[in-house]
C-alpha cells in the first residue's frame, strides 16, 4: 500500500508558492488568516504552527478567494490610511476624460488627499497651523512695530542725551532709515 505523502509548507513558503504558481499578491498574514477562518479546509493541515499541503493548495486557494479580493480595497482601509501620517504617493498621471483611471488607483489617491485633510484639520486644532493671512497680519504688524521703535531712536536719543548736536541727531536718524531700507530690500530679494 502506497501513502501518499503530503508536501506541507509553512505559511511564508505557501504564499511565495501562490504567488509563483497565480501571480497573485498573497501574503504570510493573508494566508494564515485564510486558515483561521476555515477559507482554506482541505489545504490547512495544522494551524499551530500553520501548516499548508502545497499540492492541493493552489486549486483551493484559486476557488475559495475571489480573483478581485487581492487589489480590491478592504472597508476600513481608507480609516487606516487616513489616520496614519501622510505617506509620499506616486504621482498619477493625468489622462484625458475618455480614459479614467483604474478603480484602485482612484481609491487609493481619494484615501491619500483625505489623509492629507484630515492630518491638516488634525494640526489645525492643536493650533500648529494657522491661516497664513493671520500670519502674515502678524508678522506685518510686527515689523510695523519694529519700524516705529526704531525710528523714535533719534527723539529718544535727544531726550536722553541733550548735549547731542542736531547733525548728529540727523546723522543717526540716517543710518537706522539705511538700514531699514537695507533689511527692506533683502526681504524683497528673499521674497523672489
Not at 505523502?5 to 505559511?11: G, I, P
Amino acid at each position: 500500500m502506497k501513502v501518499a505523502t503530503a508536501l506541507l509548507l509553512n505559511s511564508r513558503k505557501a504564499a511565495e508558492l501562490i504567488q509563483e504558481k497565480t501571480g497573485r499578491s498573497c501574503t504570510r498574514q493573508n494566508l494564515e488568516k485564510l486558515c483561521r477562518q476555515g477559507r482554506l479546509p482541505k489545504s490547512c493541515k495544522s494551524l499551530q504552527p500553520i501548516r499548508v499541503d502545497g499540492e492541493i493548495l493552489i486549486d483551493e486557494y484559486l476557488t475559495s478567494v475571489d480573483q478581485r479580493q487581492a487589489i480590491r480595497p478592504k472597508p476600513g482601509v481608507a480609516r487606516s490610511v487616513a489616520d496614519s501620517a501622510p505617506r509620499a504617493m506616486p504621482i498619477f498621471n493625468a489622462t484625458p476624460d475618455d480614459q479614467l483611471p483604474p478603480y484602485t488607483e482612484s481609491q487609493a489617491r481619494k484615501a491619500y488627499e483625505q489623509a492629507n485633510l484630515l492630518e491638516l484639520e488634525r494640526k489645525q486644532k492643536e493650533t500648529l497651523l494657522l491661516p497664513a493671512d493671520e500670519v502674515e497680519r502678524a508678522w506685518a504688524d510686527t515689523v510695523a512695530i519694529a519700524k516705529t521703535k526704531l525710528l523714535a531712536v533719534p527723539s529718544r536719543l535727544r531726550q536722553r542725551i541733550p548735549h547731542l548736536t542736531l547733525e548728529e541727531i540727523a546723522i543717526a536718524e540716517n543710518l537706522i532709515r539705511e538700514s531699514l531700507e537695507e533689511l527692506s530690500a533683502e526681504g524683497d530679494n528673499n521674497d523672489n
